[in-house]
């Protein structure tokens, strides 16, 4: 099995996008553009931290092209799994892992076999905390920890500034596609709290239709 089944939808979602529609008459219409989709978590936290290493810096065709090959070699996607195969680097590096990401994944793989990293109290940590945790792993920088708080957490109010697909699609909608600065981003953002991985999630799909999942 190289992904686990089980999806759920964020139960905060029906409020969430009531209330962004509410105060915010573009955000409104993003929202009415797609309403029969919505961000929703697949997989144990292994599965998406090693998914979100796979597709860094590299398009979401490519990174899926590569993810189906690594899953082919790792069928239950576990740690042990992919410290067996750390063993035998070739075949992470033929199914188009770079050398780097080969480290990273493997570094992943060790701290959840040696538990220095503690995902069963990620449920009572706030964000921060997470994010803390997450990046003391090779190739886990804040981006990456704040997918995973979006997508495996469920965290309402995520806002990942230094994506480019939320800058681009802010600079689209709300700037007549004029760049601003980050902190310019960030003081637009705080209208969407509490719910910015809402409004970050209909960002994306203004831009892309297709849902990314990790």
């Known amino acids: 099995m190289s992904e686990p089944a089980l999806l759920v939808k964020p139960e905060f979602w029906a409020r969430a996008k009531r209330e962004l529609a509410r105060s915010d008459p573009v955000m409104a219409k993003i929202i009415r553009a797609y309403p029969r989709v919505s961000l929703q978590r697949r997989g144990e936290p292994f599965f998406t931290l090693a998914r979100s290493i796979v597709g860094q810096q590299i398009s979401v065709k490519a990174a899926q092209s590569i993810w189906n090959r690594v899953a082919a070699l790792a069928p239950q996607m576990q740690p042990d799994e992919i410290l067996k195969l750390s063993q035998r680097k070739r075949r992470l590096r033929a199914a188009g892992l770079s050398d780097r990401k080969v480290e990273y994944i493997v570094d992943l793989a060790r701290h959840f076999s ?8 990620w449920g009572e940590m706030g964000d921060e905390a997470v994010i803390g945790e997450l990046i003391e792993v090779r190739g886990i920088g804040r ?6 708080l979006m997508f495996n957490l469920l965290r309402p109010d995520v806002f990942p500034v230094a994506d480019l697909g939320v800058q681009k699609a802010v600079h689209l909608h709300y700037y007549d596609d004029q760049k601003i600065s980050l ?10 709290r509490p719910w910015r991985s809402v409004a970050t999630w209909y960002l994306w799909r203004s831009l892309d239709p297709v849902p990314v999942e990790y």
């Open 183 to 192: 902190e310019r981003l960030r003081e637009h953002g705080e209208a969407w």
């Open 143 to 148: 981006w990456t920890a704040e997918m995973f």
């Open 114 to 121: 040696e538990g220095t990293i503690h995902p069963a109290r």
